[in-house]
């Protein structure tokens, strides 16, 4: 079935189910990094970016393939006056736009289902994170009481069902991860959704 990216991202921000700050937090608690660069890589309207901006001093790059997107996420960046802590940045996770050992913290979510070589993009963010650095990759809404509360809103906002995105067996993540060189790692598949936490080792 087809599944729209834009409508979808839209509309779980127009639930106003606050998975943004949950993962946020989630992600600060993980690995305490608030200060420095970090990457929300597929940012899409940058919701994930804004809820970490507010939690921490970190100065952001919204990174998205989709130019469409970005122009979104510049109205909604704008709307929270975070233009200072925010840049928004075209690239293909494939290809970062960014030098080696660029950021403290690279964040993603929801977006590594569209990605169409899964060992390439990790080895790219491995190599874009400098060492002692953190990256927090996957998808999902944060708990299961999230989920729930986006999808009934879904349903009466719009009338239809949330439309997964395209699956990734979680094996083959692991595998991916492993390809990429990521020795130090955790998965998480869960009620939270689909992660992988890594630290950057030397
Ligand atoms: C479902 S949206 C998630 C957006 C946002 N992270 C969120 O959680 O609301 C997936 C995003 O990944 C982006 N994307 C897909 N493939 C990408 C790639 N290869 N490199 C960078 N971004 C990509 C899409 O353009 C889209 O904005």
Not at 59 to 79: N, P, T, V
Not at 146 to 167: A, T
């Amino acid at each position: 079935m087809f599944y729209s990216k834009l409508a979808d991202s839209m509309l779980i921000n127009r639930t106003h189910v606050p998975i943004y700050p949950l993962i946020a937090n989630q992600i600060i608690r993980k690995f305490n990094i608030t200060e420095g660069t970090a990457i929300d890589v597929g940012a899409g309207p940058a919701s994930l970016s804004i809820a970490m901006a507010r939690i921490t001093h970190l100065d952001i790059y919204a990174m998205d393939i989709s130019r469409e997107m970005l122009e979104i996420a510049q109205k909604s960046i704008e709307k929270n006056s975070l233009k200072k802590r925010i840049t928004l940045i075209t690239g293909d996770v494939n290809q970062m736009p960014f030098q080696d050992e660029f950021a403290e913290l690279i964040f993603s979510r929801g977006s590594m289902f569209f990605w169409k070589d899964l060992p390439t993009s990790f080895k790219e963010i491995y190599r874009v994170l400098k060492p002692g650095g953190a990256g927090y990759i996957g998808g999902g809404f944060g708990s299961a009481a999230l989920r729930r509360k986006v999808k009934e809103e879904f349903k009466r906002k719009d009338g239809k069902s949330y439309q997964n995105p395209p699956k990734i067996q979680v094996d083959a993540l692991e595998i991916a991860v492993l390809e990429a060189g990521i020795a130090d790692y955790l998965l998480i598949n869960d009620e939270s959704g689909l992660w992988v936490l890594f630290e950057k080792t030397g």
